[in-house]
């Protein structure tokens, strides 16, 4: 199995490069490390996806699915979608005391922060890249999100 600084290390090493996506398979486990995010403010970049092998009972311990869970049942085409760059934690406001960075309703320009994921400790602002109202938090504070998963609907202007 993989350790969490042999993964930063390869994290950072693949930054360095001009390689796009790097996968390793170690006793049945399995990490894919891809580049690419649409955030700003943080070193770490890259998705990562850790696979254990399918004889053990274990969990999987992050997951960076395409798949979308948490869709409304309608979305309506739109409304532009605000996606987490990575795995990570969700919180809607830059401490537990403070209010959200935006709610329902409220207006958005390209620059705004909408939220910030953690993600090995770092914690990362995720900008609106869109002006438009909030139609729609589609998650909540402390959540596990995965790489690709809408956050937020936006009726962009």
């Known amino acids: ?7 930063k290390e390869l994290i950072e090493l693949l930054d360095r490069t001009s390689v796009q996506e790097l996968e390793l398979e170690e006793e049945g486990a399995r990490v894919v490390i891809r580049k690419g995010g649409r955030f700003e403010g943080a070193a770490l970049q890259a998705p990562v996806l850790i696979q254990q ?6 969990p999987v311990q992050n997951t960076t699915a395409a798949a979308v869970s ?21 919180y809607a406001s830059p401490s537990p005391d403070a209010d959200a960075y935006v709610s ?15 993600a090995m ?27 690709g998963q809408p956050l937020f609907l936006v009726r962009a202007e």
């Open 104 to 118: 329902e309703g409220s207006r958005v320009n390209e620059k705004s922060v909408v939220c910030i994921i953690e």
């Open 70 to 90: 948490a869709e409304p049942s309608a979305p309506d085409e739109s409304l532009h979608k605000i996606v987490s760059p990575m795995v990570g934690t969700f």
């Open 121 to 147: 400790k770092l914690m990362n602002e995720l900008l609106a890249e869109v002006k438009g109202e909030v139609v729609e938090v589609l998650v909540e504070n402390g959540q596990l999100v995965e790489y």
């Open 1 to 7: 199995m993989f350790k969490i600084s042999e993964i």
């Open 53 to 58: 092998p399918q004889a053990q009972a274990a």
